[in-house]
């Protein structure tokens, strides 16, 4: 048995196996699992990029070799060397016969087996959970949705300028604002949104887009919310209420068909329904909030007009459609400050909420600003907002002001449906929650 992981051999990943095939090669990767027929041991290991079965059969290894599988515990560190052979029953397609294999590290007690876990033991658990085929799966396609998030801004001529996570006030309400003391300045807040910088950088640059983690002091602990969450914004210069749906559709649909075109493995694990991300093409329905509340009231729902869309008004407004469906046009009572109002109603904002379907809910938000100096500083009074650490904002305003719009997307909701996941808390590798800021 080598000391040191086979160099004589090309070292490669599972998933190159396919170049390799009848060439010995050493991998290195962590027992998924194993199981034996006495004399052929099968053990299965993984490396992060693949599943492989490695073959040891016992008149073809040393003793030394043959007895290491009874040492290699799940999760066990290892090298292995052997041939490569196409086997389509493989899990991966791809099997190794092995000629030599080295312990690297044995794992002693792995907490997480085969066996069912609570949620609360698992999260408790997330270091390792994160090393499940699953949560693999789920972390592979939010890997794929962020490069599409960005392969799509970045192939239309926006600029990515990130905004500053430490600031001086709020952006979406002073209610669940996280602060804390910033040296002699007094209070610094945890942004909200990245979305007031955004507007900033639009005006220097055009199209532009920032994409960092927000922050929420949200109380509320249901299926879609985290304390800290990723959010992408664009905000473009120019353009309308409509320009904003327009973005938010095509934006929407590129996401969803790249994910299908690239991510099919993954979602197979995961048993996604793909036929119902097929439908994710545009146009999207686009509903008046008016309109959205008589679809409320026709199926029963004793709605308060001029209030916010509960989580249950927009699981019914959605299940009307088989596409995400955009509401616009939300009262002001409901919204931010910097929201544009509409001319001809005056208590409506020129806003979107973009619901995605199967009960998942609002994934983005976005609106065209209030760009009139005066009405602004107006909104800011309303809100009880000081006017003090708004002043540069004010100034978008002063200085050849413009009309502009723009949205944020929430990637982890984003996540959670297109994979078809319950909760938000296994869409991030480290979810935040109220009650939650460990591992
Ligand atoms: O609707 P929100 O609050 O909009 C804004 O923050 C705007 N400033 C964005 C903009 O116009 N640039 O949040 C946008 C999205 C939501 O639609 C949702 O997807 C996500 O951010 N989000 C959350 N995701 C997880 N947990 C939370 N607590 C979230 N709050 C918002
Ligand atoms: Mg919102």
Redo the contacts with the bound molecule.
């Keep these: 048995m080598s000391e040191l992981p086979g160099s004589s051999k090309p070292v490669t990943t599972i998933g190159d196996l396919s170049k390799y095939d009848d060439t010995s090669v050493t991998i290195r990767g962590w027992v998924y699992n194993k199981r034996s027929s006495g004399k052929i041991h099968f053990i299965l290991v993984r490396d992060g990029s693949g599943i492989a079965q490695c073959v040891v059969v016992k008149s073809q290894v040393s003793p030394e070799v043959f007895g290491a599988f009874d040492l290699l515990s799940q999760e066990s560190s290892l090298t292995v060397t052997g041939k490569v052979h196409k086997d389509d029953r493989a899990p991966g397609g791809y099997e190794i016969q092995v000629e030599d294999l080295a312990i690297v590290h044995v794992a002693k007690d792995y907490p997480i087996t085969p066996k069912e876990h609570g949620t609360e033991f698992l999260m408790d658990h997330r270091h390792l959970w994160l090393r499940s085929a699953r949560q693999h799966a789920i972390l592979k396609i939010r890997h794929r949705i962020i490069k599409a998030v960005r392969d799509f801004f970045d192939g239309k001529g926006f600029t990515l300028v990130d905004s500053p996570i430490l600031t001086p006030a709020s952006?979406?309400g002073t209610s669940t604002l996280f602060e804390t003391e910033y040296f002699d300045l007094g209070k610094a807040y945890l942004t909200?949104?990245?979305?007031l910088y955004?507007e900033a950088s639009a005006m220097a640059m055009g199209k532009v887009y920032c994409f960092g983690p927000?922050f929420?002091a949200?109380k509320?602990k249901t299926r879609?919310?985290?304390?800290e969450?990723w959010?992408v914004?664009?905000?473009v210069a120019w353009a309308n209420l409509n320009d904003n749906m327009d973005l938010a559709e095509e934006f929407i649909e590129y996401v969803v068909q790249t994910v299908l075109g690239n991510s099919a493995e993954e979602l197979k694990l995961l048993e996604r329904d793909v036929t119902k991300l097929q439908t994710v093409k545009r146009p999207f329905p686009r509903l008046h909030y008016d309109e959205a509340v008589e679809i409320l009231k026709k199926n029963g729902v004793d709605f308060q007009y001029g209030n916010d869309l509960g989580a249950a008004d927009e699981t019914i407004i959605s299940q009307q459609y088989d596409r995400p469906v955009m509401v616009h046009h939300y009262p002001a009572a409901c919204k931010?400050f910097y929201m544009k109002r509409d001319p001809e109603r005056e208590d409506l904002t020129l806003s979107v909420?973009?619901l995605a379907p199967e009960g998942y809910g609002?994934?983005?938000?976005?609106?065209q600003r209030e760009d009139d100096y005066d009405t602004l500083l107006k909104r800011l009074e309303e809100f009880n907002l000081p006017r003090e650490p708004f002043e540069w904002y004010l100034d978008l305003r002063r200085y050849g002001s413009v009309p502009h719009s723009?949205?944020?997307?929430?990637i982890?909701?984003?996540v959670a449906w297109i994979c078809g996941i319950e909760h938000?808390r296994e869409t991030i590798p480290f979810a935040r929650m109220i009650y939650r800021n460990t591992p």
């Design positions: 952006v979406e909200q949104s990245g979305q955004a927000t929420r949200e509320s879609r919310h985290l304390t969450f959010m914004e664009p905000e931010a909420d973009v609002e994934i983005i938000g976005g609106s723009g949205f944020g997307l929430g982890e909701r984003t938000v």
